[in-house]
């Protein structure tokens, strides 16, 4: 079904790559599953969703697959790489870089932030900034304006998903899901790459997960997905705020879960349990359901913005406002067992 639906969105000369970057990641991830499977364990802690060591790392494997992939991709049919500035993606290294050393050892979160705004930095220097109403009349102050905020944006984007990669599949399967509809919302064939590399790594992270996806991944999928969302060719204000829709599901979450621990005066900073994915899980839902759940509805929302534009953005963000309340409804429950735990 799946590789039905890309041979019919996808342009042609894409398919032949599909394939190839598919088996690369598949072995990729289980070859880095095997190498790290004794070295690199996510031991269960207290604030852990699995029960078993598990190797963490697997990230590694899809992005493997699209670095080799994507050079050749680069050479013999550069039509793919439309959109997106084929150099962007050596912005990632450090970021790459930095998540394998944080998933092998502790790393100061100073560190790891210097890291992430230099590569937004560099991201949003390539790509442009995010059209921000309102601010083209101030000139060049706007200009500067609306580059600090995007570089802001993209390192927001970048921990989002790092702070959502808690339980098997939710981050991976909606990232391919986000990046399904932009390569096609947006025209960037390229993004299919990203697709089929994360299908190869979701055979092996779907529940019951044999591997992570690690810090490496999860912050790289972050900025990839905001690289997808910079570069689109004929960004306007309305398109660009429109495709920030299908966020929602996976941002949303983050969000709200950060703005509701500040309100409560909770140290932010800190490692917690209060994500509603993770509040889902403890009340009795399974890692396939939360994750399939967090995927369905991000595809109502692709199907809808493809079908609606603006008019399904507007409905999304309700329905999610809508969402967050009646899981709060659920979770607050005294029938829902380990709600606030």
């Excluded at 004794?38 to 029960?51: A, C, G, K, M, Y």
């Excluded at 905020?149 to 990232?175: E, P, Q, R, W």
């Amino acid at each position: 079904m799946i590789s039905s639906m890309i041979a019919t969105l996808t342009p042609a000369f894409a398919l032949p790559f599909l394939g190839p970057t598919l088996a690369l990641s598949l072995v990729a991830v289980a070859g880095v599953r095997k190498y790290l499977q004794h070295q690199l364990l996510d031991i269960p802690n207290e604030r852990s969703s699995h029960t078993r060591p598990t190797p963490r790392g697997g990230g590694l494997g899809f992005i493997i697959a699209f670095a080799i992939a994507f050079p050749i991709v680069w050479l013999v049919a550069p039509a793919l790489t439309v959109g997106v500035p084929p150099l962007i993606w050596l912005a990632l290294v450090p970021l790459i870089a930095i998540g394998i050393i944080d998933d092998w050892r502790s790393v100061s979160s100073g560190l790891r932030y210097l890291v992430q705004l230099s590569v937004a930095t560099v991201i949003v220097y390539a790509c442009g900034a995010f059209p921000l109403p309102g601010l083209s009349p101030l000139g060049m102050p706007g200009v500067w304006l609306a580059t600090g905020l995007t570089v802001i944006g993209v390192t927001a984007l970048i921990n989002f998903y790092n702070f959502m990669d808690g339980l098997d599949g939710l981050v991976a399967g909606v990232s391919a899901l986000q990046l399904t509809f932009l390569a096609i919302w947006s025209q960037q064939p390229v993004l299919w790459l990203w697709v089929v590399a994360l299908l190869g790594f979701l055979y092996w992270n779907w529940s019951p997960a044999k591997i992570f996806m690690g810090d490496a991944g999860s912050t790289t999928l972050g900025a990839v997905v905001s690289i997808a969302l910079l570069s689109q060719p004929h960004l306007t204000t309305g398109t660009a705020w429109t495709s920030l829709a299908i966020l929602l599901p996976l941002v949303g979450d983050a969000i709200y879960t950060l703005v509701s621990r500040l309100l409560r005066g909770d140290n932010i900073f800190q490692a917690h349990r209060f994500h509603l994915y993770q509040r889902l899980h403890q009340a009795g839902w399974s890692h396939g359901q939360v994750a399939g759940s967090y995927v369905g509805v991000s595809a109502v929302i692709a199907i809808g913005l493809m079908q609606l534009g603006a008019i399904a953005a507007w409905m999304s963000l309700v329905g999610m406002v809508l969402g967050v309340a009646i899981a709060e409804t659920h979770l607050s429950s005294p029938k829902t067992p380990n709600a606030n735990n």
